[in-house]
């Protein structure tokens, strides 16, 4: 008799986890799915067996918290989709009583801090923007100088989404943007490079690759309503297999881990020259839009689950691109609207309060 794993995923009311669990249950097993969400209403939305809200990562209670409903849903393993609970969990990952498939926290503190990244790229000579931390508009106007126009601007640690990103050609426009982001010293000027960007999402074993596939993005979801222009939704994404994204990508995981594990997506934007630059690792987590290799027979999250169990899996036709070429995913939102009220909401915030309460 199959025993039915039991999978905590956070963040579960999001895109990301929802296309996660549509993807587990898409597979040949099934699944009971634990969602946490620390947002009373995208809790809603979640498609879980079981739903609690918790408090917010940076709560002295989220652990706590995270514990008891380990302890009470008999929790065999987590997956974390918000890149804060991911850092949580990790810092955490000994001392839970639910198993984890996370890269080592070393590699996590690089990879959710795009200058680090960037510096270690650099120190390894992978082609990357010109990046300078700013820290005063001495260093801005600096930067401007060194980097010419447009200048890109983003948080050093923004948690994805392309949140507080900025290009601009004017010096004055760019420290009124840091401004109003209070984003002194917490904000890098890179080299503008283009509007080209591709994706290569991997899952990684003991430093052994276990599944590769690389995707270009057509353009993103709701772009005209940032001031960037990203806003890390894509809006159409297809599939690609470019040896020369395949190597860089490598190059610059092993850059930042010789034995990496877990997951591994590499964003990468083209230069003027049509080189691939690596911008950042999303590390620990699968991005927004993997559902769409799940319906093309390339199921990650799967794959993912039986790797972190130590179980085999279907076998693939090949590690680095299995998919064909070409196969485009055309999306807005990823879920349709939930009926609920606000007695369903009440009831979880109450919830919550008796655990915390109950925690003493």
């Not at 706590?64 to 804060?84: H, M, N, W």
């Not at 991911?86 to 839970?96: P, T, Y």
């Not at 601009?168 to 904000?187: E, M, N, S, Y």
């Not at 809006?235 to 010789?258: E, F, L, M, N």
């Amino acid at each position: 008799m199959n025993i039915i794993k039991r999978i905590i995923v956070t963040g579960a009311g999001g895109s990301p986890s929802i296309n996660f669990i549509r993807s587990l249950r898409k597979s040949p097993e099934k699944f009971f799915i634990i969602g946490l969400d620390c947002n009373e209403y995208y809790l809603q939305r979640a498609e879980a067996d079981a739903k609690f809200l918790v408090p917010y990562a940076n709560d002295k209670l989220y652990l706590p918290v995270l514990g008891d409903i380990i302890k009470q849903t008999r929790a065999e393993f987590i997956y974390s989709q918000p890149d804060p609970e991911i850092m949580r969990i990790s810092e955490a990952r000994d001392s839970l009583k639910a198993k984890v498939f996370l890269p080592a926290h070393q590699t996590i503190k690089i990879c959710q801090n795009k200058l680090a990244s960037y510096r270690i790229w650099h120190k390894a000579g992978i082609r990357v923007p010109e990046t300078y931390i700013i820290k005063t508009p001495a260093d801005l106007k600096k930067a401007f100088v060194k980097l010419g126009t447009p200048v890109w601007l983003r948080a050093i640690v923004s948690y994805g989404g392309g949140k507080d990103s900025f290009c601009t050609d004017d010096l004055k426009v760019a420290k009124a943007w840091i401004d109003h982001c209070r984003g002194w010293g917490g904000f890098s000027a890179s080299k503008y490079l283009s509007d080209r960007t591709a994706a290569w999402l991997s899952i990684w074993k003991d430093g052994e690759l276990v599944v590769a596939q690389g995707r270009k993005r057509l353009y993103w979801e709701f772009g005209s309503r940032a001031p960037s222009g990203v806003t890390g939704l894509t809006g159409a994404g297809v599939t690609i297999s470019d040896p020369v994204i395949d190597d860089i990508a490598q190059k610059a995981i092993y850059a930042v881990d010789k034995t990496p594990s877990g997951i591994f997506g590499v964003d990468l934007t083209y230069d003027s020259s049509g080189i691939p630059n690596p911008t950042e690792i999303n590390i620990g987590r699968f991005f927004t839009t993997h559902l769409f290799f799940t319906e093309a027979g390339l199921n990650m999250p799967y794959i993912f689950i039986k790797t972190a169990y130590g179980e085999h899996f279907p076998r693939l036709r090949k590690k680095i691109n299995p998919l064909p070429d070409g196969l485009v995913w055309v999306r807005g939102m990823d879920f349709l609207p939930i009926l609920t009220d606000t007695g369903n909401i009440e009831n979880s915030k109450k919830e919550l309060a008796e655990r915390i309460s109950n925690l003493g």
